[in-house]
């Protein structure tokens, strides 16, 4: 799972957008009637683009400051925000894969698989103060709300054969092209749900078993699967709520 981002994704997938994005990137701020000129479109449409992004949280609007006295409307001019700079493109799957292929060369597995862990550890600290609730199925759900904001199809069902046990059915890869190179980003990711949702967490159905989804039990189903007693929830979980 990624890190915790503004909800700018839809936004940035806008081809529309990105000119406008990246002209302010350039030249900003401006005024409308700079970006109808740069663009060539018309105000109508470059006020669409605006709003997109300015709900994304991609560009602020800030009134321009005039010696003389206003008349009529007062004047705007908008410029990109922090978030909005940091999407001048996604430069990290290449850097991904190249980290993910050392990983993969270490030869000995008890340090492959303690840096697995280590790796899930991280992944739920970015994320442990946005995660909620006080039962495993209220966690799940919350970590379900954060991928849903990242535009990673899934939703918390239960499990079919304990009928109680909560599920995290996903049906998009936050990693689809490394897990396709390498399986272990599955357990690296299963780490990280048991760090944040405080049980066992078990892989019971992947995509790449040819299934039409992931599907990650939670809970004492998860702790008979792999032998191992149920953890206590995690100092780092417990802060979180």
Not at 94 to 112: F, G, K, N, Q
Not at 127 to 140: A, I, N, Y
Not at 173 to 179: H, I, R, S, T, W
Request: net charge positive; aromatic share 2%.
């Amino acid at each position: 799972m990624r890190p915790p981002a503004p909800a700018t994704s839809s936004a940035t997938r806008q081809p529309a957008d990105r000119p406008l994005l990246e002209l302010l990137r350039c030249e900003g701020p401006l005024e409308i009637g700079d970006l109808t000129t740069a663009l060539g479109v018309t105000a109508t449409a470059v006020r669409q683009r605006l709003t997109r992004v300015v709900e994304a949280g991609l560009v602020a609007r800030e009134q321009v400051a005039n010696d003389r006295p206003q008349r009529g409307r007062p004047r705007y001019a908008y410029r990109l925000t922090a978030a909005g700079r940091e999407t001048a493109g996604d430069n990290f799957r290449d850097l991904a894969t190249v980290l993910w292929d050392e990983i993969r060369s270490i030869r000995e597995p008890a340090i492959r698989r303690g840096l697995l862990g280590r790796i899930g550890k991280a992944l739920a600290a970015r994320c442990s103060d946005q995660v909620g609730g006080e039962t495993p199925r209220q966690r799940l759900q919350s970590v379900a709300g954060l991928l849903q904001q990242r535009d990673i199809s899934c939703q918390v069902e239960f499990d079919a054969g304990s009928g109680s046990l909560p599920v995290l059915v996903t049906h998009s890869c936050p990693y689809p092209e490394l897990a396709e190179h390498d399986r272990g980003v599955c357990a690296a990711e299963r780490l990280m749900l048991e760090d944040l949702v405080g049980v066992p967490v078990r892989l019971a159905d992947c995509r790449l078993d040819g299934g039409d989804c992931c599907r990650f039990v939670a809970g004492r189903a998860a702790e008979a699967a792999t032998g191992e007693p149920e953890k206590p929830r995690p100092a780092m979980v417990q802060r979180a709520l």
